[in-house]
């Protein structure tokens, strides 16, 4: 097993490798830009090498400078996290140039399954039911209509390299499918470095439903069950579940059998992700392939048992699993809510700022993968998530009874959060009753507010912390540390 | 320290004949204090509304830090004067938080006559610069004034105390480096004008606030020329063209933002350091000093009981409590601040006398404020005690508390008379504050003395002349009216009316506002000249 | 008697309360109320015999209070932030400002430029995400206080319009 592991990431998946890192005897290097100088992951590694100024393209996405820190500490592995260079095959080939482990698949089945056409023509070949579309990019407009045409609208326009609803667009009629092109095209090449196109029929209310694969270097494949992250906003999941309520055991075992499948036809080696949308009559239809551990691989963790990161530690150092499908199953029910400084109630504007207060929640079956500690300062330069919090129970209705308890003694304070909004999707008659579709928040919660229920006792509190903290607190006066009277007396005359 | 221990039964009936009596008079203050504050005119009331213009007190509300003391000076001043309308002469002064900086404020109010000075109110805010100087307090102007009183405009105008003193004294405390904020929210006419101008930075409201040597009536008379307030001195035409003003407001509650951002602006101002502990409040109920206070003055009781009831902890270390027992010294801590003690147990005698010097020296090296609690009826008298020097003792307890420099700060708790009230720092002695318990009495004697007194002199001019001496009817027609005099003009509510004081307390506030002055205090570094004293005459 | 009135999300509404007797007034109605501070931002509120925990910090103008998942930012109405800058001339609207700590992307406007209400004028980006500041009301650009790449704060005036009638 290695001995020193260097983690290209930041925030809460950083902190969350090095944990299992350190519970194997593994020393942890962590990398930072300048903007991150005190963030908690750089705190908690064993070592902390500076990449350069904040920008991702000087930093976490600076290939050879990561390659440098990995030299330079002696580290034999590098564990991409998720995002920033996860899913870029050029730091596989530079791991492998330099000698160094790679915690992923190779970087050709990297390459092979990030272009969707490309990954759509090895699903093809294994049989993995496709959602209808093209098979090859094309920049002909009137090929484009006719290919519309054949599917039928809405039709969607993907990006072959896209990601993150960047180079997507919903076309609803032939007249608005050339400008959708050309904008979705120029979008692309501006994220992506590729501005290649094609088309899929657009699916109307799917569930997003993707199993966790573990492929080893000897050829052993499995599934570990389903996720089902369908309660998204501007194409980000926000709530994970697993079982999926919408899945029978027999569903599971058909769209596990392809999830393995499409592994294998890739030559997948190291832990993934094969994303579906399910259809509301039970039909199925290969998305894509996630080449990295997910955002929310811990409500996989929480049902199975499972360490994933110990497991694609293991898969890089060339073990062989320790375990065959038939040895795996799921027990109870797992939710997980990612927290965001951010404001639902307008646009989810992103909330950088210092988080002044901090109260996190804990009990059973309570876990929380947090990047972040009272005092610090979210940068404005990041993805603003400040941590990911997973409830497990041994059913769905205690699970969900029991994030709500803890998304109601989450305090976090300094920065707007989206936890409002995670209670009352939590607590909507559609959740409760499983009816989650990848456009539950727009159809549900358009236009949302955070409910005025406790605004009552927010300005009593309000009025009990002016007489609780001492008074003139804009510059406190105090001469030797206790507050003065001035400052304890509170509102006296004579 | 010792925890002095209360001999205070609070279930005897002469505690609760006190605590009634006191009650009863704390309750004819409050009456006094809430006529003083809310009784205004209908028809000022309503032209400030129409003016948009807030009343003084919830422009103080908006100015002051939220939650905070206010430490109010002379309420009642001018009570009973000029036809008993001209509440707290007008204007309202005191000490407060702003932006956490303890200033003191200096405002008009305008429906009081809109604003215009009366001679008591020419007093009241010279006391209020003084206090600015002493204790280098941040002065906040809110200038909302007709000007003088033309009326009574001989007794204003051209005396050394009299209304060119507020501008003399605004250059001398600009020059002592102490900030001057003003902010203009209503008239400043004439003198007034320099109110603003002598200040370091001047907000003026849009609309309402106006700043001119002569206002339209004037200008018309003198020169002929016809103009408006606002384009002879508005806010627009101060902040553009003639930068007498130097902030913008849109109303007054937009003045009063600005003018905390200001104060917080002011470089920080590091408080002098006496040695302060942690604060803790005193072991008995200051409430039952009601209890401890006879009805009548020349009812003994002991100060200890008053004392344990002001200080940390009750906590009291006495100094020399075996030798001149009239006076009781000691110290103490009041809100964490040390303190040196003097207090009255009975006449002052040479003893007393020269404990109290030598007490007050200590302290004063030592750079521990005093506080006087004042009952006293004078220094001992007659033949015995003039020939064991009790004029040169007295002597030196007197050098020694006008010499001291150390803050100093008075409470007449019961009678301040004679000579007494110089020892124990009357209002002449320069304490940084002097407040009167409302029971107080101050004079040059008892009324009663005062009254036998002339009977015998009287009588002694009878009997040079080889007549009888008065008949009994002519002794109580003499009495009376002197008597009746005495009482009037030596009670608090008198001597507050004059400014004689810095207000009338709620005994049981005692020990808060002492807290609060000496907190104030401690803003100015102690005085350089501590080891001065005059000649002490032996 | 303390009495404030306080404002959430525009909502003002008073609260009064006497600490000494332990008696509150929300909403018209009075209520028993005990309460402790547990450490700086954390209260612990007793309202009719029921406990809450309330999480309170300072904010921009005001206070943000954590109450049961909910989180609001509490403003003193009488104190709200004067909605016109310090000692400037004027009533000083035709200010745009982010939302949040931010770096400029884009100037999409230039001073003497006519805008329309809700037209863009700056587009800034905090955190990967890009969003367009847009004129209040109809006006004429006075200035452009920025530029390209800057990094910007809230109350900072990144363009200021001369409204179209000038109200008084």
Request: glycine residues 10%; hydrophobic residues 40%; charged residues 20%.
């Amino acid at each position: 097993m290695f001995h020193k592991v260097l983690i290209a990431n930041r925030g809460e998946i950083a902190l969350r490798i090095m944990r299992t890192c350190s519970e194997m005897g593994i020393a942890t290097v962590a990398v930072y830009s300048e903007a991150d100088a005190e963030a908690a992951h750089v705190l908690q590694a064993d070592q902390a090498m500076l990449l350069g100024p904040a920008p991702p393209t000087e930093s976490y996405l600076n290939i050879p400078a990561i390659i440098a820190a990995a030299e330079q500490s002696g580290a034999q592995a590098i564990h991409p996290g998720y995002g920033f260079l996860a899913e870029n095959p050029a730091l596989a080939e530079a791991c492998q140039e330099a000698g160094l482990a790679f915690i992923g698949p190779q970087a050709r089945v990297i390459r092979n399954l990030g272009s969707k056409t490309t990954a759509r023509g090895i699903m093809q070949k294994a049989r993995v039911p496709l959602i209808p579309g093209m098979m090859a990019p094309c920049s002909e407009p009137e090929e484009m209509a006719r290919q519309a045409d054949g599917l039928g609208y809405p039709v969607l326009v993907k990006a072959v390299s896209g990601g993150g609803g960047k180079g997507m667009r919903v076309v609803a009629g032939p007249e608005d499918l050339a400008e959708a092109c050309e904008l979705a095209a120029s979008e692309a090449a501006q994220a992506f470095d590729d501005g290649a196109i094609y088309l899929e029929r657009c699916l109307e209310s799917p569930r997003h439903v993707e199993f966790q694969i573990l492929a080893d270097a000897q050829g052993n494949t499995v599934h570990v069950f389903e996720r089902e992250c369908s309660i998204q906003r501007r194409h980000q999941k926000i709530i994970e579940e697993t079982p999926s309520p919408a899945l029978t055991p027999e569903l599971r075992e058909k769209m596990g059998q392809a999830a393995v499948a499409a592994a294998k036809a890739a030559g997948y080696v190291n832990a993934g992700t094969v994303e579906f949308l399910l259809d509301p009559e039970g039909n199925f239809y290969f998305l894509e392939v996630n080449t990295r551990l997910q955002v929310e691989h811990p409500i996989t963790e929480m049902t199975t048992g499972l360490d994933l990161v110990r497991l694609q530690l293991m898969i890089a150092d060339d073990q062989p699993l320790p375990f065959g499908q038939a040895d795996l199953s799921q027990r109870g029910h797992a939710i997980q809510c990612r927290i965001y400084a951010e404001d639902p109630a307008q646009n989810f504007l992103p909330s950088p700022g210092v988080i002044s207060l901090l109260a996190e929640p804990t009990g059973p079956g309570v876990r929380l993968d947090s990047g972040v500690y009272e005092g610090y300062t979210v940068p404005l330069e990041y993805d603003p998530i400040l941590g990911k919090l997973i409830a497990w129970a041994p059913d769905r209705e205690a699970a969900r009874g029991r994030m709500l308890r803890a998304l109601k003694s989450f305090a976090v304070l300094g920065v707007q959060t989206n936890i409002p909004l995670l209670i009352d999707v939590l607590e909507a008659q559609a959740f409760i009753d499983g009816q989650t579709f990848t456009d539950f928040l727009e159809r549900h919660f358009s236009g949302w507010r955070q409910s005025l229920e406790q605004a009552d006792l927010a300005r009593l509190a309000y009025v009990l912390d002016e007489l609780s903290a001492p008074a003139g607190g804009e510059a406190p006066a105090s001469d030797t540390g206790w507050p003065t009277p001035w400052q304890s007396l509170g509102s006296w005359r004579v | 320290m010792q925890v002095i221990e209360s001999r205070i039964n609070t279930g005897s009936q002469e505690y609760k004949d006190n605590f009634a009596h006191m009650a009863g008079v704390l309750d004819q203050l409050n009456q006094e204090l809430a006529i003083a504050r809310d009784q205004r005119s209908q028809r000022a009331l309503q032209r400030a509304q129409e003016q948009n213009k807030l009343t003084v007190r919830q422009r103080l509300d908006l100015l002051l830090d939220r939650n905070t003391p206010f430490l109010e000076l002379s309420p009642l001043a001018a009570r009973g004067m000029y036809g008993g309308e001209i509440h707290g002469a007008g204007m309202v002064t005191g000490v407060g938080l702003v932006a956490g900086r303890e200033v003191i404020i200096h405002a008009n109010d305008q429906l009081i006559k809109g604003g215009t000075m009366y001679p008591v109110g020419v007093k009241k805010g010279l006391r209020a610069q003084s206090i600015a100087m002493e204790n280098r307090l941040p002065l906040i102007y809110l200038v909302d004034s007709g000007g003088a009183f033309l009326p009574l405009q001989s007794e204003i105008f051209p005396d050394v105390d009299d209304g060119g003193r507020i501008f003399y004294n605004q250059a001398m405390i600009s020059k002592m480096g102490i900030p001057q904020v003003c902010g203009v929210l209503g008239l400043c006419t004439a003198g007034g004008a320099y109110i603003p101008a002598m200040s370091d930075e001047v907000v003026q409201v849009k609309n309402t606030g106006a700043i001119f040597l002569g206002g339209p009536p004037l200008v018309k008379a003198a020169t002929g020329e016809e103009v408006g307030n606002q384009e002879l001195g508005g806010a627009e035409m101060h902040c553009r063209e003639s930068g007498v003003s130097d902030y913008l407001a849109q109303d007054d509650a937009h003045c009063l933002e600005l003018l905390r951002e200001i104060v917080g602006n002011l470089p920080p101002n590091p408080k002098t350091d006496i040695g302060r502990i942690e604060p803790r409040p005193p072991l008995y109920d200051p409430e039952e000093i009601y209890g401890i206070v006879p009805p009548n003055l020349s009812t003994p009781y002991d100060v200890r009981e008053v004392i344990a009831r002001l200080v940390d902890g009750s906590q009291f270390l006495e100094f020399k409590s075996l030798y001149g027992p009239t006076l009781v010294t000691g110290w103490a801590h009041i809100h964490g601040y040390p303190v040196g003690i003097l207090g009255n147990n009975g006449v002052l005698f040479s003893e007393s006398a020269l404990k109290a010097t030598q007490f007050i020296q200590i302290c004063d090296k030592r750079g521990i404020p005093l506080v006087f609690l004042q009952n006293i009826s004078g220094y001992i008298i007659g033949a015995e005690y003039e020939r064991g020097g009790i004029t040169k003792n007295g002597q030196k307890m007197v050098n020694a508390v006008a010499t001291a420099s150390v803050p100093k700060f008075t409470v007449i708790i019961g009678a301040s008379f004679g000579a007494g009230n110089y020892g124990m720092c009357g209002r002449a002695y320069a304490p940084r504050f002097l407040w009167m318990w409302p029971n107080a009495q101050i004079g040059v004697m008892g009324g009663e003395q005062a009254a036998k007194v002339l009977v015998t002199v009287k009588n002694d001019q009878l009997a040079r002349e080889g007549q009888d001496p008065l008949p009994p009817q002519a002794v109580e027609r003499i009495m009376e009216p002197i008597m009746e005099a005495a009482e009037k003009e030596g009670n608090a509510m008198y001597s507050t009316a004059n400014l004689w004081d810095d207000g009338i307390l709620d005994p049981a506030k005692t020990r808060d506002t002492l807290g609060l002055a000496i907190s104030a205090s401690l803003n100015a570094p102690l005085r350089d000249d501590r080891l001065g004293y005059g000649t002490f005459r032996m | 008697m303390l009495k404030y009135r306080l404002q959430i999300e525009g909502q003002t509404a008073e609260v009064a309360l006497d600490p000494e007797q332990g008696l509150t007034t929300l909403d018209g109605n009075q209520r028993a109320l005990a309460w402790r501070a547990l450490a700086p931002g954390r209260l612990l509120l007793e309202l009719d015999g029921k406990q809450v925990l309330a999480f309170v910090a300072p904010a921009p103008q005001g206070k943000q209070v954590f109450i049961q998942g909910r989180s609001y930012l509490v403003q003193d109405a009488e104190r709200a932030p004067s909605r016109r800058g310090a000692g400037g001339a004027g009533g000083q609207p035709g200010q745009v400002t982010p939302p949040m700590p931010a770096v400029v992307v884009r100037i999409l406007v230039e001073p003497g430029k006519v805008v329309e209400p809700g037209q863009g004028l700056v587009v800034v980006s905090a955190m990967k995400m890009e969003t367009t500041l847009a004129a209040p009301y109809a006006g004429v650009v006075a200035a452009v206080n920025t530029q390209a790449e800057a990094k910007v704060m809230p109350g900072e005036i990144l363009v200021e319009i001369t409204p179209e009638e000038n109200h008084d």
